[in-house]
């Protein structure tokens, strides 16, 4: 394989690549034993330099530049690899830079708030002070305590608001222009869509306010609310954790179950290849689970592929964060991981159903950005739901009040986060149009609980986390829509929902939040008056 690589190399030094040689090339890349491809060309090539590296990338941003293929699809094909490939400006790199240093000072504040208040116990340092803020609102007994930390919290981040917001604007103007995947749904209709969302999303979390206020587990003023304090106070015990080989095992009787997907898995330890096969679709996946550090989110990142050509279906790569205990090379996983776990698989099974034979046409990154997490979102669905409690509990070796309560527990800061996507989406709807200060004073006069539930400051976060040149907000809050109302349907045609924009209301993934916030309260108030056994 090396010696083939180097002959690619090679062959990128000279003249445009024929319309032939390169298909062979993308699927070449696809069919690698080991991530090899990403968004700028041939990556972590065995044996090469990263100086030979990026001459290989450049060349083939040259030869691919100088080409044109008569097919049509070919051309779109090429059209699509430069446009992947198309570097940020400098500009962009910049103020991506100037933003995310302004997040670093909010953080940093934070934390050395977080530390003058518990003296010296909890510093909240790193990437998420808010973890440490959610420690010590659970421990904190009196409400007026607690009330008094959350004041002080909000003073200290609220003068960050105004230099992110700046930040935004300056972002969205200088991507104005960057090739962002656009939706054919209009902006009408989408906008009505959002607001939409958005007042049931409000409705769903006033009501989990006032439970939690019930319960004793926090306030029904939502400047107090924080879900780290919901499930700090409400936790029952140790958090449930999963083997990875166990994990993939129980998802592959979920996904066979609800979406007639079938799965099977070989490896050990920490990497495992996947198969996946259904109605339309035929994928692979190489499974890398990673070690979780400390001050880095427990997540999953995203599939690299180009999908497959010659009919052997996509090939996607994957890396979960998982957790390697007392030396041991076998990994065990969080719930949320698994969630995780499930939600990359969605992705790779959505590359398998794109059905190009072209490899380089066979990309998720072109779906209308409105599905593109339909089949994540329904993954992600497919581990919370009730019915797949008692076969989690059984691989966690707990009691399916625990998994019960723990699946509920995600739909509480599902719950919450919801609102944010939401505000977050309006907002970079109207990038260009509209400041982001402004259209968030609009939104919030509008909807008097969303002061108090997001902060301006915690609004530009979720913006600025992700690039005004990358996946829209939207795409999270349509997708796991869609999924919902779609759940009867697209299962069958995994294909078919991904050509088929959403324009339902949000009923049904607002039902299906409510339910699970319910069931969170419900475990919960069984923990506590002791009506959940320990065992299964």
Same mark, same amino acid.
């Not at 019930?214 to 449930?240: I, R, Y």
């Not at 939600?343 to 066979?362: F, P």
């Not at 669905?381 to 008692?390: P, R, T």
């Given at each position: ?93 910049? @103020?991506? =830079?100037?933003?995310?240093? #302004?997040? $670093?000072?909010?953080?940093? *504040? ?5 530390? &003058? +208040? !518990? ?13 440490? @803020?959610? =420690?010590?609102?659970?421990? #904190?007994? $009196?409400?007026?305590?607690? *009330? ?5 919290? &909000? +003073? !200290? ?13 300056? @972002? ?19 906008? &009505? ?15 989990? @306010? ?327």
């Amino acid at each position: 394989m090396p010696g083939l690589l180097n002959s690619w190399c090679r062959r990128l030094d000279g003249p445009a690549l024929s319309a032939q040689e390169f298909v062979e090339l993308v699927e070449f890349c696809a069919d690698r034993d080991a991530a090899l491809w990403d968004h700028s060309g041939p990556v972590r090539a065995q044996g090469r330099t990263l100086t030979e590296i990026d001459q290989a990338t450049g060349n083939y941003r040259r030869v691919l530049d100088q080409a044109a293929y008569d097919d049509p699809r070919i051309e779109a094909a090429r059209v699509m690899e430069l446009r992947r490939m198309r570097p940020p400006s400098d500009r962009l790199r910049v @103020l991506h =830079q100037r933003a995310h240093a #302004t997040i $670093s000072e909010l953080s940093a *504040a934070s934390a050395a708030m977080l530390s &003058r +208040a !518990t003296g010296g116990r909890v510093s909240g340092a790193g990437r998420r002070p808010e973890v440490g @803020l959610g =420690q010590v609102l659970a421990s #904190t007994a $009196s409400p007026r305590a607690r *009330a008094k930390l959350m004041a002080v919290w &909000r +003073a !200290t981040r609220a003068p960050f608001g105004t230099a992110l917001a700046a930040r935004w604007d300056e @972002l969205a103007a200088a991507a104005a222009d960057s090739g962002r995947a656009r939706t054919v749904v209009p902006e009408l209709e989408l906008e &009505r869509y959002l607001r939409s969302s958005l007042d049931a999303a409000l409705r769903t979390a006033d009501e989990l @306010l006032r439970t939690a206020a019930e319960l004793g587990f926090g306030s029904a003023d939502p400047e107090q609310v924080h879900p780290g304090l919901l499930l700090a106070a409400s936790k029952p015990g140790p958090l449930p954790v999963i083997g990875a080989e166990v994990a993939l095992t129980v998802l592959r009787s979920a996904l066979i179950d609800a979406l007639g997907i079938e799965l099977s898995h070989r490896g050990s330890a920490g990497r495992w290849s996947v198969e996946l096969a259904g109605p339309g679709v035929a994928a692979q996946a190489e499974v890398e689970f990673v070690p979780w550090q400390q001050g880095m989110a427990s997540n999953t990142l995203g599939c690299v592929n180009r999908g497959g050509g010659s009919g052997r279906g996509a090939r996607a790569w994957i890396q979960c964060r998982a957790t390697f205990t007392d030396g041991s090379v076998a990994p065990v996983l969080s719930f949320q991981q698994v969630v995780s776990l499930a939600h990359e698989l969605g992705h790779v099974i959505s590359h398998g159903a794109m059905g190009q034979d072209i490899c380089a046409l066979n990309s998720i990154e072109d779906l209308d950005p409105t599905v593109l997490e339909a089949v994540s979102m329904a993954c992600e669905s497919i581990v919370l739901s009730d019915q797949l409690a008692e076969d989690l509990a059984r691989a966690a070796k707990t009691s399916t009040a625990m998994i019960q309560w723990t699946q509920g527990g995600r739909y509480v800061e599902m719950c919450l986060s919801r609102v944010a996507t939401l505000v977050s989406s309006l907002i970079e709807l109207r990038a260009g149009q509209d400041s982001a200060a402004s259209h968030y004073a609009r939104i919030a006069e509008d909807h008097p609980l969303i002061a108090g539930l997001v902060p301006l400051e915690d609004v530009l976060i979720s913006l600025l986390d992700l690039p005004p040149d990358g996946v829209p907000n939207f795409a999270y809050e349509t997708g796991r829509s869609h999924a919902a109302a779609r759940t009867g349907s697209f299962l069958a045609d995994v294909g078919d929902t991904l050509s088929c924009p959403p324009t339902a209301d949000p009923q049904g993934i607002d039902d299906e939040i409510r339910q699970g916030v319910r069931r969170w309260a419900a475990a919960s108030s069984g923990f506590r008056t002791g009506q959940s056994s320990a065992s299964g």
